[in-house]
């Protein structure tokens, strides 16, 4: 029986990852062990076999009694075990769903649904360690697939609307604090039909800029407002999360030799859960968009046409309408009037399903020959 180990499994993406494992009755057949960076010794998590203390997760002797290493718990931890376990001697398959290594050279970016060909080659090669993808990388390729397989698209441009929790579980607890001081504040005047609007308004705008506002997280209000910064900024002038629709990309697709340009804008708004993108894509030529729209439903399981119709649109391509799911509708769908190759579309995906817990579930599936 293959023993593996969890790290971070009590996170966001962790306690998505065992909530999806136990639906799946993933933890029969496997020995698993958890870890922990601050609650060692405590009582583990019970996943059909009973309750184990909580071993140290900085414990390199103890991890390197594992076949497979599953982390989800951050890059400051993979940077600092992960050398130390190689180091060690450990061959075991290490399956992580922080950015750490993915653009190492001896790491593969795990989407199955989209580069299962690339896992398997990787796999025969020797390749051990296998790293979940941007959450909007990974969503983006799961509602456009189509495109891509039929080599179709010759750029393309992603304007992202990201949740705040993708910034963790302390950032979507601010956004409901901001949620609830407003409304407090607004509450009054809201309910009453005959106060004036513009009074509202400025109490809003008030309390936004007011040095009490609870900004700690994520620096800025993120209620009734939107913050256009994600992640680290380049000398270039794009941020880390553009950067990473680029490079990620390219490496999922097995494209670094001839790279698809991806550009864009990432911009953190006010929904929970659920990152939502506005897409441009240039085609190499004039593509009727029958072929477009069954390329998109037909590149695997998820990936769902949303018809470009007001009622349809407000009730399933939205964060609300997706949350939880592993559904990845594609909406909007449309020539441009800039050209008959040139084609928009908005897509919504859970960025804790497919956009980061799914795969590094289903990685660890395929290293135990189960998918
Ligand atoms: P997170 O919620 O902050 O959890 C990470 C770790 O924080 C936990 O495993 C836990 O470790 C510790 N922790 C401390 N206080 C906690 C508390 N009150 N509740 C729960 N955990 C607590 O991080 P995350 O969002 O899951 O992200 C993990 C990794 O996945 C990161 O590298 C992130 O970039 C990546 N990722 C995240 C998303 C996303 O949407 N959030 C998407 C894709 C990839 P101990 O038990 O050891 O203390």
Known sequence: MKKVGFIGWRGMVGSVLLERMRAEGDFAGIESVFFTTSQAGQPGPDVGAGSAPLQDATDVEALAGMDIVVTCQGGDYTREVHPKLRAHGWNGSWVDAASALRMEEDSI?????????LIDRALESGVKDFIGGN???????????????????????????????????????????QMAALGEIGAGLAADPSSAVLELDRKIGDA??????????????LAANLIPWIDKGMA???????????????????????????????????????????????????????????????????SRLVPNEEEVTLRTLTPAAVNGTLDIPVGRLRKMVLGPDFVTCFTVGDQLLWGAAEPVRRMLAILLGRL
């Open 109 to 117: 970016i795990v989407l199955d649904p989209v580069n299962r060909t």
């Open 135 to 177: 959450c909007t990388v990974s969503l983006m390729l799961m509602g456009l697939q189509g495109l891509f397989d039929q080599g179709w698209v010759e750029w393309m441009t992603a304007m992202t609307y990201q949740s705040a929790s993708g910034a963790g579980a302390r950032n979507m607890k601010e956004l409901v604090s």
């Open 208 to 221: 936004l800029l007011s040095a009490e506002f609870p900004t700690e997280q994520f620096g800025a209000p």
């Open 236 to 302: 270039d002038g794009r941020t880390k999360e553009e950067w990473k629709g680029a490079a990620e990309t390219n490496k999922v697709l097995g494209l670094e030799a001839s790279p698809i340009p991806v550009d864009g804008q990432c911009v953190r708004v006010g929904a929970m859960r659920c990152h939502s993108q506005a897409l441009t894509l240039k085609l190499k030529q004039d593509i009727p968009l029958a072929d477009i729209e069954s390329a998109i439903t037909e590149a695997n399981d998820w």
